[in-house]
């Protein structure tokens, strides 16, 4: 049976790499908030978070940074992103209060184009997935998974280069989980015009093996429901009426006895909605309900 996903509906409009966190018990949402964001008061792009439950915004941190992803280890929150589209720096950031924030060089890889960031914990290491669009011989077909490993969040170390997914087609990666040995990569798959959100796992990086239940997300009706009851009319009748052929960036967090879920759907051209969803149970659950063991399985 397919892991059930309760889609929730939009919640705003031109809000796409956004991830769920608890932070000192309170779930947070991270956001990278563009600057073209019809709430974005400065010109530039930044990152904040915003607490699920009251709406209330911590300041904002890393202006003029992308694609931004955020881990919580120990009452410290850590956020990966680049300083441009395409570059060739990953930026780490890291503040235990959310106001005060420290910043470091995580990644430079000159000639590299560096796009969508994620952390898990593994065992006793930190894994970093990290999306690439150049050069050909890394990337392959763009964009791909390459990883990088550290023991303490804060220097980081590439893994060997057969270490990647996938080079011989789009599959475009977004978030990495771990759990009972095996990484979960969370990627977008073109599909004749259309683009699905699908799950592969490894036990070493290298060797993957795709779910015989793909696709995790892809575009539907419940796409267009509202969740925010505060979007406006004319955010209404965009949301009504805008091409979907995309369900993409996902990512997730448990909370309250359920796995908190959001999603950007739209045209994949840049007129994009970030979208809620949930699952009942845990994140294991969900991870391993998509291999299940009397199934023969694709590699």
């Not at 563009?34 to 008061?41: I, K, Q, S, W």
């Not at 051209?269 to 994140?283: C, F, K, M, P, W």
Request: net charge negative; hydrophobic share 35%; proline share 5%.
């Amino acid at each position: 049976m397919r892991p059930q996903i309760r889609k929730l509906g939009t919640i705003d409009c031109d809000l796409v790499e956004t991830n769920p966190v608890v932070f000192r018990g309170r779930l947070l949402r991270f956001e990278y908030v563009r600057h073209n964001y019809a709430g974005n008061r400065f010109g530039t792009s930044y990152f904040r978070f915003v607490d699920v439950e009251t709406g209330d915004c911590t300041p904002e941190f890393a202006p003029g940074y992308h694609l931004g992803c955020a881990f919580i280890d120990r009452d410290v929150a850590f956020v990966t992103g680049v300083e441009k589209w395409d570059g060739q720096y990953i930026e780490l950031f890291f503040s235990d209060d959310l106001v005060h924030w420290h910043q470091r060089p995580a990644l430079h890889l000159p000639g590299h184009g560096l796009f969508n960031t994620s952390i898990c914990r593994a065992a006793n290491r930190f894994v970093l997935m990290f999306e690439v669009g150049r050069p050909p011989e890394v990337a392959g077909v763009p964009f791909t998974a390459r990883f990088a490993t550290s023991d303490d969040l804060l220097h980081w170390e590439l893994t060997p280069e057969a270490c990647t997914y996938a080079k011989d087609r789009y599959t475009a990666p977004h978030c990495l989980r771990y759990a009972n040995r095996y990484f979960y990569d969370f990627y977008l798959e073109a599909r004749g015009g259309e683009y699905e959100q699908c799950v592969v796992r490894s036990r070493d990086l290298v060797r993957w093996e795709s779910s015989p239940l793909n696709p995790v997300l892809k575009a539907s009706a419940e796409d267009r429901l509202i969740a925010n009851p505060k979007l406006t009319a004319e955010q209404r009748q965009r949301i009504a009426t805008a091409v979907n052929v995309n369900n993409s960036d996902i990512d997730f967090c448990e909370y309250g006895g359920r796995l908190v879920i959001y999603y950007s759907w739209g045209n994949q051209q840049g007129v994009e909605h970030l979208a809620a969803a949930e699952y009942d149970g845990t994140e294991v659950e969900f991870l391993e309900s998509w291999f299940p063991r009397n199934r023969k399985r694709k590699r």
